[in-house]
Protein backbone atom coordinates (compact mmCIF):
# COMPACT_ATOMS: atom_id res chain seq x y z
CA UNK A 1 0.00 0.00 0.00
CA UNK A 2 1.37 3.39 -0.95
CA UNK A 3 0.52 6.53 0.95
CA UNK A 4 0.54 9.42 -1.17
CA UNK A 5 1.37 12.98 0.33
CA UNK A 6 0.21 16.04 -0.88
CA UNK A 7 0.83 19.58 0.60
CA UNK A 8 4.10 21.02 2.13
CA UNK A 9 6.17 24.33 0.48
CA UNK A 10 8.26 27.18 1.19
CA UNK A 11 7.26 29.98 4.03
CA UNK A 12 7.86 32.46 6.29
CA UNK A 13 8.69 31.98 10.26
CA UNK A 14 5.26 32.31 11.96
CA UNK A 15 3.29 30.85 8.35
CA UNK A 16 1.00 27.41 8.19
CA UNK A 17 1.16 25.01 5.91
CA UNK A 18 -1.42 21.73 6.10
CA UNK A 19 -0.29 18.62 4.68
CA UNK A 20 -2.23 15.71 3.66
CA UNK A 21 -1.87 11.81 3.31
CA UNK A 22 -3.99 9.31 2.29
CA UNK A 23 -3.75 5.61 0.62
CA UNK A 24 -3.74 5.08 -3.15
CA UNK A 25 -5.79 1.75 -3.10
CA UNK A 26 -9.10 1.10 -1.26
CA UNK A 27 -9.88 -2.15 1.21
CA UNK A 28 -7.50 -1.92 4.10
CA UNK A 29 -8.27 -0.14 7.29
CA UNK A 30 -5.83 1.39 9.58
CA UNK A 31 -5.48 1.76 13.12
CA UNK A 32 -2.59 4.20 13.69
CA UNK A 33 -1.52 7.30 11.42
CA UNK A 34 1.57 9.60 11.89
CA UNK A 35 3.44 11.80 10.58
CA UNK A 36 7.21 11.91 10.64
CA UNK A 37 9.98 14.45 9.75
CA UNK A 38 13.40 14.28 9.13
CA UNK A 39 16.66 16.71 8.34
CA UNK A 40 19.95 15.36 6.90
CA UNK A 41 22.27 13.00 9.44
CA UNK A 42 19.62 13.40 11.81
CA UNK A 43 16.75 10.44 12.57
CA UNK A 44 13.38 10.32 11.63
CA UNK A 45 11.24 12.19 14.37
CA UNK A 46 7.49 11.33 15.32
CA UNK A 47 6.01 14.37 15.19
CA UNK A 48 2.27 13.01 15.89
CA UNK A 49 -0.17 10.57 16.16
CA UNK A 50 -3.24 9.72 16.30
CA UNK A 51 -5.26 6.40 16.30
CA UNK A 52 -9.00 5.46 15.34
CA UNK A 53 -10.13 6.76 18.93
CA UNK A 54 -9.11 10.12 18.37
CA UNK A 55 -5.97 9.49 20.85
CA UNK A 56 -2.89 12.01 19.89
CA UNK A 57 0.62 12.17 20.79
CA UNK A 58 2.73 15.43 20.12
CA UNK A 59 6.20 15.87 20.33
CA UNK A 60 7.06 18.57 22.59
CA UNK A 61 8.86 21.15 19.97
CA UNK A 62 5.49 21.52 18.32
CA UNK A 63 2.48 21.20 21.13
CA UNK A 64 0.16 24.07 20.74
CA UNK A 65 1.41 24.70 16.91
CA UNK A 66 0.31 21.95 15.26
CA UNK A 67 -2.93 19.81 15.20
CA UNK A 68 -3.16 16.11 13.25
CA UNK A 69 -6.13 14.84 12.52
CA UNK A 70 -8.20 11.82 10.72
CA UNK A 71 -10.46 11.19 7.94
CA UNK A 72 -11.44 7.46 9.09
CA UNK A 73 -14.02 7.11 5.95
CA UNK A 74 -10.72 7.56 3.53
CA UNK A 75 -7.97 6.47 6.14
CA UNK A 76 -6.27 10.17 5.46
CA UNK A 77 -4.56 12.25 7.79
CA UNK A 78 -3.95 15.55 8.02
CA UNK A 79 -1.03 17.87 10.01
CA UNK A 80 -1.75 21.68 10.59
CA UNK A 81 1.35 23.66 11.23
CA UNK A 82 1.14 26.92 12.30
CA UNK A 83 3.61 29.76 13.82
CA UNK A 84 6.13 27.85 12.02
CA UNK A 85 9.70 27.72 12.61
CA UNK A 86 13.37 27.40 11.20
CA UNK A 87 13.48 24.39 13.05
CA UNK A 88 10.54 22.84 11.71
CA UNK A 89 12.28 22.74 8.21
CA UNK A 90 12.66 19.28 6.99
CA UNK A 91 10.77 16.22 5.51
CA UNK A 92 8.24 15.09 6.55
CA UNK A 93 6.36 11.75 6.19
CA UNK A 94 3.15 10.32 6.77
CA UNK A 95 2.83 6.75 8.50
CA UNK A 96 0.64 4.33 8.82
CA UNK A 97 -0.29 1.05 10.33
CA UNK A 98 -3.24 -1.63 10.97
CA UNK A 99 -2.66 -1.19 14.75
CA UNK A 100 -4.81 0.54 17.02
CA UNK A 101 -2.12 2.29 18.92
CA UNK A 102 -0.49 5.77 19.76
CA UNK A 103 3.29 5.52 18.71
CA UNK A 104 6.44 8.05 18.18
CA UNK A 105 8.41 4.36 17.62
CA UNK A 106 9.56 4.44 13.49
CA UNK A 107 9.34 0.74 13.18
CA UNK A 108 5.60 0.36 14.86
CA UNK A 109 4.84 1.71 11.17
CA UNK A 110 4.67 -0.47 8.23
CA UNK A 111 3.58 2.16 5.58
CA UNK A 112 4.61 4.94 4.65
CA UNK A 113 4.22 8.13 2.05
CA UNK A 114 6.96 9.53 -0.01
CA UNK A 115 7.90 12.63 1.75
CA UNK A 116 7.36 16.21 1.44
CA UNK A 117 9.58 19.62 1.78
CA UNK A 118 8.56 22.04 4.44
CA UNK A 119 10.78 24.70 4.21
CA UNK A 120 10.35 27.75 6.88
CA UNK A 121 12.80 30.79 6.16
CA UNK A 122 13.55 33.78 8.52
Known amino acids: VLFVESGGGSVQTGGSVCSSC???????????LAWFRQVPGKERECVAA???????YYVDSVHGRFTISRDNARNAVFLQMSDLKPDDTAVYYC?????????????????WGQGTQVTVSL
Open 22 to 32: APSGRGMTFGA
Open 95 to 111: AATSRNIISPVRTDYDY
Open 50 to 56: INRNDGK
